[in-house]
């Protein structure tokens, strides 16, 4: 695999449309939402899409969210089953990489298991495929806004002297 800026741009516009992230982002916070006992704001394809736009902005994240969308996109395995802790472990690293510093990296790896676990690829999908899925929502959905915690400035900031 080449990634060239032209590449990169391709994955771009691949992630941009693939409105089924859209969908998973929902279904997702409306069911961590339940768990959690919260209200969690849904998501609109435009904000979906602008913080793609903001994700690719940055170069050097750009070119690295754009492999292992690639990688994800192509990956298969036959029987599925020995490949799963690969695509498992790009997905948490796609989905942690998306959704951005510490803390948020590490929900988007802890969301990425949840929202995987309630995501199918239809028989003709590359094993890779509800991988990448479940990863762009779990760390698109904690990168956007909506959750009552991330509202306000956290208790524990310790202002300097």
Do not use: C, K
Not at 135 to 145: H, K, S, W, Y
């Amino acid at each position: 695999m080449e990634l060239t800026p032209a590449v990169v741009a391709e994955e771009r516009e691949w992630v941009r449309e693939r409105e089924a992230v859209v969908a998973l982002i929902n279904e997702t916070r409306a069911q961590l939402g339940e768990q959690f006992d919260t209200d969690v704001a849904t998501v609109e394809a435009a904000q979906y899409r602008a913080t793609v736009d903001e994700v690719f902005a940055r170069g050097d994240l750009a070119v690295n969210v754009a492999a292992l969308v690639r990688f994800l996109r192509d990956l298969d395995v036959t029987r599925d089953y020995p490949g799963f802790v690969v695509d498992e472990l790009l997905g948490r690293e796609l989905a942690g990489m998306v959704a951005g510093a510490q803390p948020l990296r590490l929900l988007g790896e802890a969301t990425f298991h949840y929202a995987d676990v309630t995501t199918h690829g239809g028989p003709d999908d590359a094993a890779g495929l509800d991988d990448l899925d479940a990863a762009l929502a779990a760390g698109f959905q904690t990168r956007l806004p909506g959750w009552a915690w991330r509202d306000s400035e956290s208790p524990f900031a310790v202002d300097p002297e």
